[in-house]
């Protein structure tokens, strides 16, 4: 018979925002039994856009980041010895799916694991999820920023990375970034990241560096987490790219 491979769990996204949208919600919703026909209405549509926004989110916290994170991966060419780096790892959710496509290669997460972005975020999480997935031969962790990575220049054959552009606190942050991944990413290597926001930034700079990229929408986002972000305004985008 042969054995069932568990799945990782890769936390909750931004659990204080999710815990005050939902908390707000449901404030709300009980409130507007309180008020007078006028304000009611307001309040249920307040509280129900909160409601589902957190819902939503953790929504893409169980279901759909595993979905998006397989989608990013197909824009690889994988052979299936490369050396990857997932910048930002946080509990491995990119390490560990690389990991898989990489029977013969090595996948290592580099992230500096701050706690308030992610339940549970720290590298002995993902040290734990690659054993539940039966590919810890393949993956190790190693603390570092991810404007400043600790490696030696063409160190990887594939660099990747999950939402962590937005986290960079200026335009030069995100600069510094693409210019890393750049530098450790060896002739011929690709990138892929994606994000909601900056990702042509990232087109523009990766390219400077050598790396010629370009972006494309991912169109299967959950509707609530487009709902949460600007009620859809703001679109998810995968940028791919190969250094010459």
Known sequence: MQEVIKRGDYGLDSPGIVATLLVLGLALLLLGNLMSRAWLWVAYFAGGYFLLGGLGMLFYSKIGKLKLAQRLLDKISWRGDERVLDVGCGRGLLTVAAAHRVPKGTVTGVDVWNRLALSGNRPESVLENAKLERVEDRV????????????????????????????????????????????????????????????????????????????????????????????GAVKTYHVVGKKG
Do not use: Y
Request: proline share 3%; glycine share 8%.
């Open 140 to 231: 190790e962790v190693k603390q570092g920023d991810a404007q400043d990575l600790p490696f030696p220049d063409d160190s990887f054959d594939v660099v990747i990375s999950n939402f962590v552009v937005h986290e960079m606190k200026d335009r030069s942050g995100r600069e510094k970034m693409m210019r890393e991944i750049a530098r450790v990413l060896r002739p011929g290597g690709r990138v892929a990241l994606v994000d909601f926001i900056f990702t042509d930034d990232c087109v523009k700079d990766l390219s400077g560096c050598g790396v010629e990229s370009s972006r494309v929408r991912d169109g299967l986002l959950s509707f609530w987490i487009s709902a949460i972000l600007n009620f």
